[in-house]
């Protein structure tokens, strides 16, 4: 008897991972003794356009949920450009998304966003990347954080803890 052929799940998405989920190089391509494409003769490249020069950073997002927590991180290299990207991008989510829960509030938020800033500091750092490797294309820097309306939704938590703050003094 023959079994019928697997029929694909027409509820199935299609979904293709962004470039920056790629897994970073480990040791031995570090040493040069594999052909990857953030790896050029010894030197930091961009994990996602491959151009160089690099610097191996790490970017942080930070969402704050009633009662859990999410974190995410992309580690690096990132050249200036796609790293900018993504330091935009995960602190805009981490403004917006990053103060729900108390403790979120309180540490995880503020030390992911002075993370962030760190890591873009040393992205800023660095020269205008070469043109991308093997054909691959840059992230689109976008427009800068405090351009971005969804940065300001941290605007309510800050005032909520100026008036609870605020009110413990005056009834104190």
């Known amino acids: 008897m023959s079994t019928p052929a697997a029929q694909p ?37 961009c994990r996602i356009c491959g151009a160089q020069p690099a610097a191996a950073v790490t970017v942080r997002a930070h969402q704050g949920l009633l009662l859990m927590m999410r974190f995410h991180k992309i580690d690096g290299p990132f050249c200036r450009s796609c790293g900018t990207a993504l330091v935009r991008e995960l602190t805009t989510k981490t403004l917006w998304q990053g103060w729900w829960s108390p403790f979120s509030l309180v540490f995880f938020s503020p030390f992911t966003l002075v993370w962030n800033l760190l890591a873009s500091r040393k992205l800023a750092a660095l020269p ?16 800068p954080v405090h351009q971005r309306p969804m940065a300001y ?3 309510l938590p800050l005032i909520w803890a100026v ?10």
């Open 163 to 172: 008036w609870f703050v605020t009110g413990m003094i005056t009834h104190a």
């Open 128 to 143: 205008t990347p070469g043109p991308p490797a093997h054909g691959a294309s840059r992230i689109q820097e976008g427009k």
């Open 9 to 45: 799940n027409p509820h199935a998405s299609a979904y293709t991972p962004p470039p920056w989920t790629m897994p970073a190089p480990d040791a031995a391509q570090a040493s040069g003794s594999s052909a990857h494409p953030a790896w050029h003769s010894g030197v930091l490249a």
């Open 153 to 155: 939704v941290a605007v």
